[in-house]
């Protein structure tokens, strides 16, 4: 029967690679020796779940590995799960710096009263902090609470609000665990080189293999801010387009008779902001007239606006040249403007756009 085991190879991730020594150490098998100047020596190795007596088989084929000396059950999924509780604790105890890198968020504190309120508002960074300014102790399975965890972290003086370690090989940390509010770090361990990867580093990151629960993660801050542009129409009826603002202070000071504030990230770009100010400024009665909205205002093919009566008027043939408050012939565009102003209407349902509109009163 053994002979018949033998001739079925375990998979070689399935291979056991570590074992206990007589001192209760994890060893490698690559770093056994069982001969000493010619003279065979006699040790022994255990495993790390069972605690079965094992032996290295160290041939010339396979690749070198711990067997168990008698027939064992013992599942692959405890030995791993077993290895990775001896050898992450034995690593967190004696690293200096045990980084855990965390993916935390930073939310504007004004988030929900801002009307200029965006994705951007909420901004995802990685936070790193040294696990053993906080926690110069690990050990295996304490209960906490009424939960046991596989690896324990706190002060040595004081067991107060520990870390849990979880080692998930085949069972998740369970939800009602997750729900305690106690934080808990669970590492998914698939293969030996998983846990090697870990205690061969100084850190651990957040991501697929490594979760985190009851962290805080998100912080209020007042440093984000959205840049905003800004339709400014002054008394004397010029229209100007600023882009030196942000949501913390596009309010603080008026310069015009009516204001319209965009956030910059939307729909809304600069040169149909400008347009769209000066549309919904003649609707509400505070631009009396402007060339781009006269009916007689045209394009000629060098993409330059003309007056198609300039002859008849005797003004400068070109708009930017011309005073519209002095022109007698204006003319407005009563569809067009009222189109374009709906573009940002409060009470059209289907605009997307962040904005604020602001009047002085008339």
């Known amino acids: 029967m053994e002979e018949d085991q033998e001739k079925q190879p375990r998979k070689q991730k399935e291979l056991q690679h570590f074992a206990l020594d007589e001192a209760d150490n994890i060893i490698d098998i690559k770093d056994v020796e069982t001969k000493e100047s010619g003279k065979k020596v006699e040790r022994h190795f255990f495993c790390p779940n069972c605690h079965q007596e094992m032996f290295p088989k160290q041939g010339k084929i396979r690749r070198h590995h711990f067997s168990h000396k008698a027939h064992s059950d013992c599942p692959h999924d405890g030995y791993l799960h077993a290895l990775a509780e001896k050898l992450i604790m034995d690593w967190f105890n004696k690293q200096d710096r045990v980084n855990l890198i965390m993916n935390s968020t930073r939310v504007c504190e004004s988030i929900n009263t801002c009307k200029f309120s965006n ?27 009424g939960f046991r965890a596989d690896l ?48 061969n580093s100084n850190k651990l990151t957040e991501g697929e293999n490594i979760k985190l629960y009851n962290f805080k993660k998100e912080t209020s801050c007042n440093n984000i801010h959205t840049p905003i542009s800004k339709y400014i129409l002054f008394p004397s009826q010029k229209s100007f387009l600023d882009t030196k603002f942000s949501c913390k202070n596009y309010d603080k000071k008026r310069r015009g008779i009516f204001e319209i504030s965009v956030n910059r990230f939307d729909n809304i770009h600069s040169g149909s902001l400008l347009l769209i100010g000066k549309c919904q400024a003649f609707i509400k009665g505070y631009l009396k007239k402007d060339c781009q ?18 002859k008849k008027c005797g003004n400068p043939k070109y708009c930017k040249d011309n005073n519209p408050l002095s022109c007698q012939m204006f003319k407005p565009k009563i569809p067009f403007i009222q189109m374009t102003a709906k573009l940002l209407d409060p009470n059209n349902p289907t605009t997307e756009d962040h904005f604020d509109i602001w009047e002085k009163p008339l």
């Not at 909420?122 to 300014?133: S, V």
């Not at 979880?166 to 770090?185: A, D, L, P, Y």
């Not at 009916?295 to 606006?305: E, H, N, P």
């Open 119 to 145: 994705s951007l508002c909420k901004q995802t960074w990685q936070q790193g902090f040294n696990l053993k300014e906080y926690y110069d102790s690990c050990t295996p399975e304490r209960t906490y609470k």
């Open 152 to 199: 324990f972290c706190n002060r040595t003086n004081n067991s107060d609000d520990p870390i849990f370690i979880e080692i998930f090989v085949t069972h998740k940390c369970e939800e009602e665990k997750k729900n305690s509010g106690i934080r808990i770090i669970e590492i998914k361990i698939e293969t030996e080189e998983d846990i090697l990867s870990i205690i």
């Open 293 to 310: 909205l006269c009916f007689w205002q045209k394009t000629d093919s060098l993409s330059k606006d003309f007056c198609m009566l300039y």
